[in-house]
């Protein structure tokens, strides 16, 4: 590595190690001035609530390293700039692209970065989080408490489970209502006072049970009611150890583990457009850093370049812009008005095409 990359190297991780702790404390400010209002109402401990923070800096890193690296390749530029050292190094002929070279370098792993953290990491903390919040601090019951409250499954075979609460450890439901769906419509529904696993079956008691059928002219439904005291439902593959199985939210999970859900939701006949956007984003978000990085120097390096003040405004302004057009094509996406793959990748295309360009005249 020659001199003047080090030197660019050097000054470019010095600013985007200031920018990463300044953005980290100004989203750490304006989330405790959102939430304190429900931590003095719930009587958190100061143990619970800076726990509750420190799990939620993986996630801060991943969300603003897009906007860290512009920021910091904008201002990195900047000083070089204001010092004519940018001049000194293009009139001894080392040209933009050879320059910047550490900054694209630093973007790329930012890429590595922003993934490895998504998969491995993230997830994990994103669980901890929630369970501080929801556990430690609001007092809520956990998700995997031995009793279960407001339970609701979605198992094979488009079958929906909804209960009053599931001991796991007794296995057993109470006010339980099943559904069995075929092509969008009922075919059956079980209500019963308590289902218990027995023999290799739940078998419901206290109930009743409702079938739909369409009539003989095929023109309407006709539904028949029986009642019983105890019904075993052969029919029913969800197991207890299925039923107790806990399914993070979106944003604790990996890319495995989202595209778990969505092949099994998709078995069953479910909509996964949701899911689908999110499982997509996963994989286009991290290339952000490097269209940003791109950005960044396009801007700096253009005729008008921006000052200091100038190119925070300018940066805050495009990451702003980022973000409301990820989640404009992400609300289409989730709403089936486009496709949940062109949801994910729009704006990082959009972005990337934009910066390509602004590259490609900077190095003519």
Not at 182 to 209: C, K, P, S
Request: aromatic share 10%; proline share 3%; net charge neutral.
């Amino acid at each position: 590595m020659r001199l003047h990359d080090r030197y660019v190297l050097a000054l470019f991780l010095r600013v985007l190690f200031f920018c990463i702790v300044s953005l980290a404390l100004i989203f750490l400010l304006i989330d405790l001035f959102e939430k304190i209002d429900d931590f003095i109402d719930h009587d958190a401990r100061l143990n619970d609530v800076v726990q509750f923070y420190v799990y939620m800096l993986p996630e801060i890193l991943r969300l603003t390293l897009p906007v860290n690296i512009m920021l910091a390749t904008i201002i990195s530029l900047g000083i070089l700039g204001r010092h004519n050292e940018i001049v000194a190094f293009l009139a001894s002929g080392v040209s933009m692209l050879r320059l910047t070279s550490p900054i694209l370098l630093i973007a790329m792993v930012a890429v590595l970065l922003s993934t490895l953290l998504a998969e491995y990491v993230v997830p994990r903390t994103n669980s901890r989080m929630h369970r501080v919040l929801h556990v430690d601090i609001q007092k809520g019951e956990a998700q995997d408490a031995r009793v279960r409250h407001s339970f609701a499954f979605h198992g094979e075979g488009d079958v929906h489970w909804n209960a009053k609460s599931f001991n796991t450890r007794n296995q057993t439901l109470r006010d339980v209502t099943v559904f069995r769906y075929r092509d969008g419509r009922v075919v059956w529904r079980a209500y019963a006072e308590t289902a218990v696993w027995e023999d290799n079956a739940w078998v419901f008691h206290n109930g009743v049970l409702r079938t739909f059928v369409p009539d003989s002219l095929g023109t309407g439904i006709r539904e028949h009611m029986e009642s019983f005291s105890s019904h075993r439902f052969h029919e029913l593959a969800e197991t207890p150890e299925d039923l107790a199985r806990l399914e993070p939210v979106p944003e604790a999970m990996n890319y495995v583990q989202l595209k778990s859900r969505v092949d099994r939701l998709q078995k069953s006949g479910a909509q996964v457009n949701d899911y689908l956007v999110d499982l997509y984003t996963k994989i286009s978000y991290p290339f952000t850093c490097l269209v940003m990085a791109l950005l960044g120097i396009g801007l700096s390096a253009s005729k008008r370049k921006p000052g200091l003040l100038t190119g925070v405004g300018l940066t805050l302004t495009i990451a702003f812009t980022y973000l409301a057009l990820t989640e404009l094509s992400a609300a289409l996406g989730k709403s089936e008005s486009i496709s949940p793959l062109v949801a994910a990748w729009f704006s990082p295309v959009l972005f990337g095409v934009a910066s390509i360009g602004l590259f490609a005249r900077v190095n003519r």
